[in-house]
């Protein structure tokens, strides 16, 4: 195959890949990386299924074209768990029963990662803004919100 080659970071490891001028970084994700995590939702950034982190800063993968990538830093839903042991957000969010269908728990963990690291003591109003660009159409937030306002208590050590 031929295309654009491409050499970045995703969760910490140097990966290379080949993408075609108009592949997403969630195509790259998915279809080349085999990382399967991020889901698309919508296709225009709308619904924050895709969200993952972007050097420091959330995005939707569904936005960023996979040529964009060279010599950048990548996290995803996958990159969470270190060790076998799941992270705080992706244990309380199981403890809270904040999924169902799970289509946007990948891009809420990703969220909520970045709010948490932006604002390791947010309010509950705080929270509903940091996830504000993630639509979830199975839990309501209340149990989403209150898993991230435990996690962020782990975090902090609390």
Same mark, same amino acid.
């Given at each position: 195959?031929?295309?654009?080659?491409?050499?970045?970071?995703?969760?910490?490891?140097?990966? #290379?890949?080949?993408?075609?001028? #108009?592949?997403?970084?969630?195509?790259?994700?998915?279809?080349?990386?085999? @990382?399967?995590?991020?889901?698309?939702?919508?296709?225009?950034?709308?619904?924050?299924?895709?969200?993952?982190?972007?050097?420091?800063?959330?995005?939707?993968?569904?936005?960023?074209?996979?040529? %964009?990538?060279?010599?950048?830093?990548? #996290?995803?839903?996958?990159?969470?768990?270190?060790?076998?042991?799941?992270?705080?957000?992706?244990?309380?969010?199981? %403890?809270?029963?904040?999924?169902?269908?799970?289509?946007?728990?990948?891009? @809420?963990?990703?969220?909520?990662?970045?709010?948490?690291?932006?604002?390791?003591?947010?309010? %509950?109003?705080?929270?509903?803004?940091? @996830?504000?660009?993630?639509?979830?159409?199975?839990?309501?937030?209340?149990?989403?919100?209150?898993?991230? %306002?435990?996690?962020?208590?782990?975090?902090?050590?609390?």
């Amino acid at each position: 195959m031929s295309g654009i080659a491409v050499s970045t970071i995703v969760n910490g490891d140097r990966v #290379e890949f080949l993408c075609q001028p #108009e592949e997403t970084l969630l195509d790259v994700l998915r279809d080349r990386l085999g @990382l399967t995590g991020a889901k698309e939702g919508c296709g225009t950034g709308d619904c924050g299924a895709c969200s993952v982190i972007l050097d420091g800063r959330l995005v939707c993968a569904c936005l960023v074209l996979g040529a %964009e990538l060279e010599g950048r830093r990548v #996290e995803t839903v996958e990159g969470l768990a270190q060790g076998g042991r799941l992270h705080p957000l992706q244990q309380k969010f199981l %403890e809270h029963a904040a999924l169902q269908c799970g289509i946007c728990t990948p891009g @809420l963990l990703m969220a909520a990662k970045d709010l948490l690291a932006r604002n390791p003591d947010p309010t %509950e109003a705080e929270i509903r803004l940091g @996830l504000a660009g993630n639509l979830c159409r199975c839990t309501g937030y209340d149990k989403i919100v209150r898993a991230v %306002e435990d996690a962020a208590r782990v975090l902090r050590g609390a």
